[in-house]
């Protein structure tokens, strides 16, 4: 009798946990509003960023369609990436189920994503990003601006509400935390902060123009690991960071660790960079830090990976220069 009620029970609660997640969801985003009718199973990311949060929640194998700025023709073929692109940077950490290519986030394929018949688009925006309109009327579409403390984390918790895995979202944030806190003391510990109290996130593009993440890319992880800012802007754009002179540069301090964070793909210019007078005065101050091939700029699997390579490599450089 004991067993028939216990089995009874948990039958029941399964049932009812089922029913609570199939319900219809309303998400309020930073680009609108969207219902998601009960959970996911066709999900169109149209950037690597979307992409890193799903994949930190586990559900990545549910991505049929992916967009992506640093994808070349020769990365695609039948209109799906090639299985050898799939297996490499972070696309490999992702394992991702054999997606179709719906074009860059700038220009998708519109007729591309509506073939696909998903149940959710997900996206990385930012004011003047076109084409909410037009996805939303395909599917459910959310997206999450770029800029701001915490915007990742924000995307993360409202998308584990989405696909039932709300405790994923906060098991995955604690890691972050817990990662940094452990590097931040490795840090104290060998006397960084002593030499290097302030650090300067300089991405140099392809072209000679160079920028400072001051809200996100890289900066709030070090910022986390125990750094104080060592450059601000008068002005910082979509809350991400500014172009930068060389002057500026040039006049960064000693006790300024310049940490060079080239974009990926075509757009990398940390050779020119390191060529030019201004890279060759700060090479010395300076750690170049590649992000791996097809990486977010930001989110929770980056960061964790941002933080212990960081770390290693500080710690690797403070040891070359006693």
Request: hydrophobic share 40%.
């Given at each position: 009798?004991?067993?028939?009620?216990?089995?009874?029970l948990?039958?029941?609660?399964?049932?009812?946990?089922?029913?609570?997640?199939?319900?219809?969801?309303?998400?309020?985003?930073?680009?609108?509003?969207?219902?998601?009718q009960?959970?996911?199973?066709?999900?169109?990311?149209?950037?690597?960023?979307?992409?890193?949060?799903?994949?930190?929640?586990?559900?990545?194998?549910?991505?049929?369609?992916?967009?992506?700025?640093?994808?070349?023709?020769?990365?695609?073929?039948?209109g799906?990436?090639?299985?050898?692109?799939?297996?490499?940077?972070?696309?490999?950490?992702?394992?991702?189920?054999?997606?179709?290519?719906?074009?860059?986030?700038?220009e998708?394929?519109?007729?591309?994503?509506?073939?696909?018949?998903?149940?959710?688009?997900?996206?990385?925006?930012?004011?003047?990003n076109?084409?909410?309109?037009?996805?939303?009327?395909?599917?459910?579409?959310?997206?999450?601006?770029?800029?701001?403390?915490?915007?990742?984390?924000?995307?993360?918790?409202?998308?584990?509400?989405?696909?039932?895995?709300?405790?994923?979202?906060?098991?995955?944030?604690?890691?972050?935390?817990?990662?940094?806190?452990?590097?931040?003391?490795?840090?104290?510990?060998?006397?960084?902060?002593?030499?290097?109290?302030?650090?300067v996130?300089?991405?140099?593009?392809?072209?000679?123009?160079?920028?400072?993440?001051?809200?996100?890319?890289?900066?709030?992880?070090?910022?986390?690991?125990?750094?104080?800012?060592?450059?601000a802007?008068?002005?910082?754009?979509?809350?991400?960071?500014?172009?930068?002179?060389?002057?500026?540069?040039?006049?960064?301090?000693?006790?300024?660790?310049?940490?060079?964070?080239?974009?990926?793909?075509?757009?990398?210019?940390?050779?020119?960079?390191y060529?030019?007078?201004?890279?060759?005065?700060l090479?010395?101050?300076?750690?170049?830090?590649?992000?791996?091939?097809?990486?977010?700029?930001?989110?929770?699997?980056?960061?964790?990976?941002?933080?212990?390579?960081?770390?290693?490599?500080?710690?690797?450089?403070?040891?070359?220069?006693?």
């Amino acid at each position: 009798m004991k067993r028939t009620l216990s089995v009874s029970l948990l039958t029941a609660g399964i049932s009812l946990a089922l029913l609570a997640v199939a319900q219809p969801l309303t998400v309020k985003h930073d680009e609108g509003t969207a219902t998601v009718q009960g959970v996911p199973q066709r999900v169109v990311v149209m950037d690597e960023e979307a992409l890193g949060w799903l994949a930190a929640l586990g559900v990545a194998d549910r991505v049929v369609g992916l967009g992506s700025a640093y994808l070349s023709p020769a990365d695609v073929e039948g209109g799906r990436v090639k299985p050898e692109v799939l297996r490499k940077g972070f696309f490999a950490r992702a394992r991702l189920n054999n997606p179709t290519y719906v074009g860059s986030w700038l220009e998708p394929s519109l007729e591309t994503v509506l073939a696909l018949k998903p149940d959710l688009i997900v996206r990385l925006t930012w004011k003047g990003n076109p084409n909410y309109d037009k996805l939303s009327r395909i599917a459910p579409t959310i997206g999450y601006e770029e800029g701001g403390e915490g915007f990742w984390q924000k995307g993360l918790r409202e998308l584990g509400r989405v696909f039932g895995r709300s405790a994923e979202a906060e098991r995955v944030i604690e890691q972050v935390r817990a990662t940094n806190r452990a590097n931040a003391a490795r840090l104290r510990a060998a006397g960084v902060f002593e030499k290097y109290p302030k650090v300067v996130v300089v991405a140099p593009f392809a072209g000679g123009s160079n920028w400072v993440y001051t809200g996100v890319r890289l900066i709030p992880d070090l910022r986390e690991l125990g750094f104080k800012d060592g450059f601000a802007p008068k002005e910082v754009t979509l809350g991400v960071g500014a172009q930068v002179s060389d002057e500026a540069l040039v006049s960064l301090d000693r006790q300024t660790l310049v940490v060079v964070f080239p974009p990926g793909g075509k757009y990398n210019g940390a050779e020119a960079f390191y060529a030019s007078p201004v890279g060759q005065k700060l090479k010395d101050q300076s750690i170049l830090y590649v992000p791996e091939d097809y990486s977010p700029y930001s989110g929770p699997l980056v960061s964790i990976r941002n933080s212990n390579d960081l770390t290693r490599m500080i710690l690797e450089k403070l040891r070359r220069e006693r």
